[in-house]
T-cell receptor
Framework: AQSVAQPEDQVNVAEGNPLTVKCTYSVSGNPYLFWYVQYPNRGLQFLLKYITGDNLVKGSYGFEAEFNKSQTSFHLKKPSALVSDSALYFCAVRDGNNFNKFYFGSGTKLNVKP | EAGVAQSPRYKIIEKRQSVAFWCNPISGHATLYWYQQILGQGPKLLIQFQNNGVVDDSQLPKDRFSAERLKGVDSTLKIQPAKLEDSAVYLC????????????FGPGTRLLVL
């Protein structure tokens, strides 16, 4: 079945430390991959996407993500976390063989402590 | 550029009542999406429009949910009759086109069915 998985419900990291939020996917064709962030009582905001080309994608607020085809992963990273990065992060994938299908992961709550 | 607008922001109804949500996408965006986000889960795509035509509604519970996008701009999502399990946030998003284009989300409508 087509899907996207975020194996960690919550990630805790100290301010200034690097952070990683994990995402793996399963689609039939080449994937289009996205990361969104959701702050409390606010809508989803786009962070970055991978369509084709360089496996390392840079996005908003200093975030980046690496596409790994062999591991079917698209982990979100940031070299130095800020307290203001604390939010809910969603990975999403569109099936390259069927543009009509778009799937979100269950979300990972990132807590950055001072 | 104005973002995606949704109304109402909150709605409380009793089961078996009907309810409607309205969405105004970003000007010029051809594709419009409705998602259901149940507490603690990622958004689930209900229906996708390309201009005023339905591209995919495979996850829309058609016995009680309906949606339309007249003139290829605004859209309404209706639930009739509502069930307790319909309590969720209903998100509207739009993009310039389908596929790899970034989706921009509205603030959502929080529905509580009692």
């Amino acid at each position: 079945a087509q899907s996207v998985a975020q194996p960690e419900d919550q990630v805790n990291v100290a301010e200034g430390n690097p952070l990683t939020v994990k995402c793996t996917y399963s689609v039939s064709g080449n994937p289009y991959l996205f990361w969104y962030v959701q702050y409390p009582n606010r809508g989803l905001q786009f962070l970055l996407k991978y369509i084709t080309g360089d496996n390392l994608v840079k996005g908003s607020y200093g975030f980046e993500a690496e596409f790994n085809k062999s591991q079917t992963s698209f982990h979100l990273k940031k070299p130095s976390a800020l307290v203001s990065d604390s939010a809910l992060y969603f990975c999403a994938v569109r099936d390259g063989n069927n543009f009509n299908k778009f799937y979100f992961g269950s979300g990972t709550k990132l807590n950055v402590k001072p | 550029e104005a973002g995606v607008a949704q109304s109402p922001r909150y709605k409380i109804i009793e089961k078996r009542q009907s309810v409607a949500f309205w969405c105004n996408p970003i000007s010029g965006h051809a594709t419009l999406y409705w998602y259901q986000q149940i507490l603690g889960q990622g958004p689930k795509l209900l229906i996708q429009f390309q201009n005023n035509g339905v591209v995919d509604d495979s996850q829309l519970p058609k016995d009680r949910f309906s949606a339309e996008r007249l003139k290829g701009v605004d859209s309404t999502l209706k639930i009739q009759p509502a069930k307790l399990e319909d309590s969720a946030v209903y998100l509207c998003a739009s993009s310039r086109d389908e596929g790899w284009e970034t989706q921009y989300f509205g603030p959502g409508t929080r529905l509580l069915v009692l």
